[in-house]
């Protein structure tokens, strides 16, 4: 269990540092009155057509996309961005895991939802900063390497997707909600074990970013170090003297694993890039958290340009409002940590982890009878499918609320606390 375990740690501490960059992008641009009049100005094109409700195809034919966007689409996008942001602000972790699962339980084909998450991670990380001064310690011969690498994952990632949409839609649904139940089952069923471990005496308001991980060198990256297949790249000079050594050709190798998962889930990669720099590449935490964040904002930008716009597998009024949602829901999330014991947060957190979790799972059935795999009964599969959507909006609907109680409930503790999401903050107060 050890194995597992540790790659959960490294998962954990990944997202964390995701997090910490979308809450310093989210508050450079409320603090910016002229990024704030760019996303209005980007947004009131689509708000028009959304009241107006214009039969504008958005997206090729190909990708079947909703044939216009209506007012329901538009405020249920913009819903499921303050979820994902509320997640990521107050847990400070995880956030983006559940946008691509939350946008086909409410009927956004896969592969749309797969595109238009990458594009609003792009779109956020332009709008917000491109390389911060706080990102920590950044290898660029590293980030490069890694980068050009998550090119080569990007266009395969992409194509296995594009692919299998191709020869069936039925079977593509059913291929990104599997890897999903993968994915979200095994990070939900650790969180829930940690909140069940530290819910005596646990007192944090926030998951620790680097309580969780440790930055020592495994034996595998060392014999991973020990391959000599020239260029070597040096790293963590900060760190040990003369800094360690690696072949490009592992980190190229490390960089099309994780653009492949970014382009096929829809996410920028930084949940396997950390673990993967840690455990397998022996490069220190700090270094990993700068080089991490960078080459999120290539991969996204690459993969949900190149694979899925020119394509015509991007919803952009749906992008657009998980942008303007998540911003919320980050400084919301953020404000509510003052006044949240930590403990309830991981419940939270383990909770709508799950409820993603099964909500996809009880999706599969149908998709495998559709497919002629099994033979279930229909209205047995369509019972199953159902009950996973209502578990997981139930779920998301009992946490958001409870979030925003809690906000509404604690304002004149917050009003004590400027430091802290103060635009958002002041804006709700004066109103």
């Known amino acids: 269990m050890s194995g597992p375990r540790q790659v959960y740690e490294f998962m ?13 992008v989210s508050t450079s641009i409320f603090k910016s009155r002229k990024k704030l009049l760019i996303l209005l100005a980007l947004c009131l094109p689509i708000l028009v057509v959304a009241i107006a ?3 504008n195809m958005l997206g090729s034919k190909e990708a079947y996309a909703p044939a216009f966007c209506t007012t329901p689409i538009l405020v249920m996008s913009i819903l499921v961005g303050v979820l994902a942001g509320l997640i990521t602000g107050c847990i400070g972790a995880g956030g983006g895991f559940i946008i691509t699962p939350a946008l086909m339980a409410v009927g956004v084909k896969g592969i749309l939802a797969v595109g238009t998450d990458l594009f609003h991670i792009f779109a956020k990380a332009i709008m917000g900063t491109t390389v911060h001064r706080k990102l920590g310690n950044v290898s660029l011969s590293l980030a490069a390497v890694f980068t050009v690498g998550s090119f080569v994952g990007v266009f395969v990632g992409g194509w296995i997707n594009r692919a299998i949409y191709d020869y069936n839609p039925v079977l593509s649904n059913a291929f990104i909600s599997l890897v999903y139940s993968l994915l979200l089952g095994f990070l939900g069923f650790y969180a829930l074990y940690d909140f069940l471990k530290n819910r005596k005496g646990a007192q944090s308001t926030k998951i620790d970013a680097h309580a969780s991980a440790n930055a020592g060198t495994t034996g595998l990256a060392m014999k991973i170090q020990n391959i000599n297949i020239p260029p070597m790249l040096t790293f963590d000079e900060d760190f040990v003297p003369g800094g360690k050594k690696i072949s490009w050709t592992m980190i190229a190798a490390g960089g099309a694993v994780v653009g492949m998962l970014a382009a096929i889930m829809g996410v920028g990669g930084g949940f396997a890039t950390f673990p993967m720099f840690v455990y397998v590449f022996g490069v220190s935490s700090m270094t990993t958290v700068g080089t991490d964040i960078l080459q999120i904002i290539f991969t996204a930008g ?19 409002g998980l942008l303007i949602g998540s911003l919320v829901g980050i400084q919301l999330g953020a404000l509510v940590t003052k006044v949240v014991k930590g403990i309830h947060i991981r419940g939270f957190y383990a909770t709508v982890i799950l409820a993603g979790f099964f909500n996809r799972v009880a999706t599969l059935p149908a998709k495998m009878g559709q497919l002629g795999v099994v033979n279930f009964p229909k209205p047995v599969t369509g019972a199953i499918e159902i009950g996973g959507n209502i578990l997981f909006w139930v779920a998301v609907g009992i946490f958001g609320l409870w979030l925003f109680v809690k906000f509404i409930t604690n304002l004149d503790v917050l009003r004590q606390q400027p430091e802290v999401g103060d635009v958002l903050l002041k804006s709700v107060i004066e109103s």
């Open 302 to 320: 690459m993969a949900s340009i190149t694979q899925y716009a020119i394509y015509g597998f991007i919803f952009y009024s749906l992008a657009m």
């Open 12 to 24: 954990k501490e990944a997202s964390i540092a995701h997090a910490q960059w979308e809450m310093e």
């Open 53 to 55: 409700g214009a039969d």
